[in-house]
């Protein structure tokens, strides 16, 4: 298993980079943060990698952030979800944007993603919405279980599903609540969500 890769930017696309490592040069598959957060050719460059084997290829995925890596891994791993998939949602949203939705039940944003319906964003969510915490650290953590405390409590359900209802996403509006004290009343968990909905979060 290839872990990770340290070494010399000597090509780069959108959709890979080939670096050089010893006088070896590694094609790695890459999700548009990554591109982004890579240097230019000649460069220096980090990344850590899943190596996918199949019965016609060896591909190397590459990742600037080990959260990212943990992320593709927990996605590839539901049933019909590919490293193709996988790259576009990593491409479309951050790693701890895709833990957010998953653990808020957003299925609807995740097809935003290119490839991804809503019944495949929706099975996404189903099977790994009890999964995401294992991977989430830090701040991410701490997002994702304010969001799971939301979920789990009655009045909290129910001022999401009225935020919802104003035209909020659900990750949005499960964010906002679940940094609520879960205790309050609905009413006065709509109306505190608002106020931090409007300054942004």
């Given at each position: 298993?290839?872990?990770s890769l340290n070494g010399k930017i000597i090509q780069k696309d959108e959709?890979?980079?080939?670096?050089?490592?010893?006088?070896?040069?590694?094609?790695?598959?890459?999700?548009?943060?990554?591109?982004?957060?890579?240097?230019?050719?000649?460069?220096?460059?980090?990344?850590?990698?899943?190596?996918?084997?199949?019965?016609?290829?060896?591909?190397?995925?590459?990742?600037?952030?080990?959260?990212?890596?943990?992320?593709?891994?927990?996605?590839?791993?539901?049933?019909?979800?590919?490293?193709?998939?996988?790259?576009?949602?990593?491409?479309?949203?951050?790693?701890?944007?895709?833990?957010?939705?998953?653990?808020?039940?957003?299925?609807?944003?995740?097809?935003?993603?290119?490839?991804?319906?809503?019944?495949?964003?929706?099975?996404?969510?189903?099977?790994?919405?009890?999964?995401?915490?294992?991977?989430?650290?830090?701040?991410?953590?701490?997002?994702?279980?304010?969001?799971?405390?939301?979920?789990?409590?009655?009045?909290?359900?129910?001022?999401?599903?009225?935020?919802?209802?104003?035209?909020y996403t659900q990750s949005e509006a499960s964010l906002a609540v679940g940094?609520?004290?879960?205790?309050l009343p609905t009413d006065d968990l709509i109306r505190g969500a608002l106020?931090?909905?409007?300054?942004?979060?």
């Amino acid at each position: 298993m290839i872990a990770s890769l340290n070494g010399k930017i000597i090509q780069k696309d959108e959709n890979s980079v080939v670096i050089e490592c010893s006088g070896v040069g590694y094609r790695c598959f890459v999700t548009k943060n990554t591109y982004y957060a890579l240097g230019g050719t000649g460069e220096s460059a980090f990344l850590y990698t899943c190596l996918i084997v199949r019965e016609d290829a060896f591909d190397l995925y590459g990742f600037s952030k080990s959260g990212e890596l943990d992320v593709f891994k927990l996605i590839t791993s539901v049933n019909g979800v590919g490293a193709k998939i996988g790259l576009a949602i990593l491409s479309e949203f951050d790693f701890e944007k895709v833990l957010l939705l998953i653990a808020s039940g957003d299925a609807k944003s995740l097809t935003a993603a290119s490839g991804v319906g809503i019944k495949l964003a929706q099975r996404i969510v189903l099977e790994l919405k009890d999964k995401v915490g294992s991977v989430a650290t830090g701040e991410a953590f701490s997002t994702v279980s304010a969001v799971g405390n939301a979920n789990a409590n009655t009045s909290a359900k129910e001022a999401i599903e009225a935020l919802v209802s104003l035209g909020y996403t659900q990750s949005e509006a499960s964010l906002a609540v679940g940094k609520l004290d879960g205790s309050l009343p609905t009413d006065d968990l709509i109306r505190g969500a608002l106020k931090s909905l409007a300054r942004g979060i």
